[in-house]
């Protein structure tokens, strides 16, 4: 696994066109880094939760040809500790759903969750995309869930079309 991340994030960024000394641009490198606190305040005796998270994800996208894109993120959510979320609450003997799906859900205990979160191959034409890999998608019934640290991902085959009046998505999804 981490040879693919070495792979990915070490791709030029820069190429030398054939003719001249002069740089070309062919990747963009991106990131996003913030910090989320969430409280749920019960009711009476039952346990109030919170948790206070940090991370973020550093993006990269080269461009192969001229319509020709390959992309890979790494995604980070850190715990910073607030409060021992696998500690369930004494009457009901749960644990809150909210807090926990800023983190590892499987593993409470990982403070620090790494994820190569996208990896995909997209070819544009004029109104058309088609995208192939691990990806995050924005549609009415699948959306990146802006109350995780981790975005919601999908993997498998997108398809785009857009014109002035209409835009079409299909895909399927594993």
Known sequence: MRLIYLF???LPIFSMAQDSIELKRKGTLSGQWRTYYMMTSNKGELKDFNALATGGKLKYQYNLLENLEVGAALYNATNLGLQNLTIPDATTGRISKYEEGLF???DLENDAVFL???LYAKYHLAQHSF?????KINTP???PQD??????????FWY???SQKVKLQLGYLN
């Open 160 to 162: 785009n079309f857009k």
């Open 131 to 135: 995208t192939l890999g691990r990806i």
């Open 116 to 118: 190569l979160g996208e």
């Open 141 to 143: 019934l699948i959306n």
């Open 8 to 10: 990915f994030f070490c």
């Open 147 to 156: 109350g995780r640290m981790i975005p919601t991902l999908v993997q498998g």
């Open 104 to 106: 590892d859900r499987l």
